[in-house]
DNA sequence: TTGCTTGCAAAGCATTTGCAGGGTA
DNA sequence: TACCCTGCAAATGCTTTGCAAGCAA
């Protein structure tokens, strides 16, 4: 998927460098390596997960600056933030996405279905306009129970 | 609302009381409280703002009580639990609600705006019961911007 | 050189848990 | 009398923040 911008179509890179650009920040080597990372899953993870995924390829990145940069990437727009379950924050890049989709929750194991109703989605973005609503996570969630822990 | 069991109508106190009989767990003054407390309000309201209401009204209940009967009521089936936002989770009664009814929550503010969809909710329930999954919140949360923090 | 960034450790919250004393059936 | 419950304080887990040193433009 790539983003547009006054009607010009941008990688997730030029999208986040235009973004950083605007808001008179630096691309720093941290920055990169967190950006590349997201951009090749296409994957929910935590700020824990990614840490683990950057130390076994040698990247060596503190957390402080993982969920600096997540908050960063979210607000760019490359990167969803989701709420997925009691205490923590998923992140999903929008990079691989061809489509919204949205997760059913278990709230006992955490495991994650996704699904895609198209219908679903129009109307949801219908109700957000009507209320003057802008979504960010581009999806929903749903928690409950999954077959195996009903 | 009242919810059925076996085909009859039970209220809120006779569910959860059959519930803690059924678990050979004991009806005390806190839970009375706490029951009472939930079933009188029709708001999303999380652990800490039940805890301060109660202590407004001279009834003590200690935050570790508290924390553990709301996961007795959300058990029992006579409240929701909700994941509405950062590290928090809500939850609201469903004595008084007629309808399910999801929300749009603002990740800036923690505005809430409640919507009833009967199309959309329909059409999920289907979608929970093509993958097996049970949903516990009877609604579903989309995360966004509200009209004064866009 | 200026001012944004980083890493570290400490702090902040929400929530859970161990334990000793107390209450319900 | 048996358990189940409660309150307290400590622990836990995720996230944020203050600060001094480092780096990009």
Redesign the pocket.
């Known amino acids: 998927m790539r983003l547009s911008l006054h009607g010009k179509q941008m990688t997730v890179d030029q999208t986040f460098e235009y973004y950083?650009k605007r808001?008179?920040?630096?691309?720093?080597?941290?920055?990169k390596v967190?950006l590349d990372e997201m951009s090749g899953s296409d994957r929910h993870f935590?700020?824990?997960d990614l840490l683990i995924q950057l130390r076994e390829k040698g990247k060596?990145?503190?957390?402080?600056?993982?969920?600096?940069?997540?908050?960063?990437l979210v607000d760019s727009g490359v990167v969803k933030k989701v709420c997925l379950g009691?205490?923590?924050?998923?992140y999903e890049s929008l990079a691989k996405k061809e489509q919204r989709h949205s997760h059913l929750v278990c709230v006992k194991c955490g495991k994650i279905i996704e699904f895609s109703d198209q219908a679903t989605e129009e109307r949801l973005v219908r109700i957000c306009q009507e209320n003057q609503f802008e979504m960010t996570s581009r999806c929903f969630q749903v928690f409950g129970f999954c077959s195996k822990c009903k």
């Open positions: 950083l808001k008179s920040l630096k691309m720093t080597q941290e920055r967190i935590g700020p824990e060596r990145v503190s957390r402080a600056t993982v969920y600096r940069t997540l908050d960063l009691p205490q923590q924050f998923y």
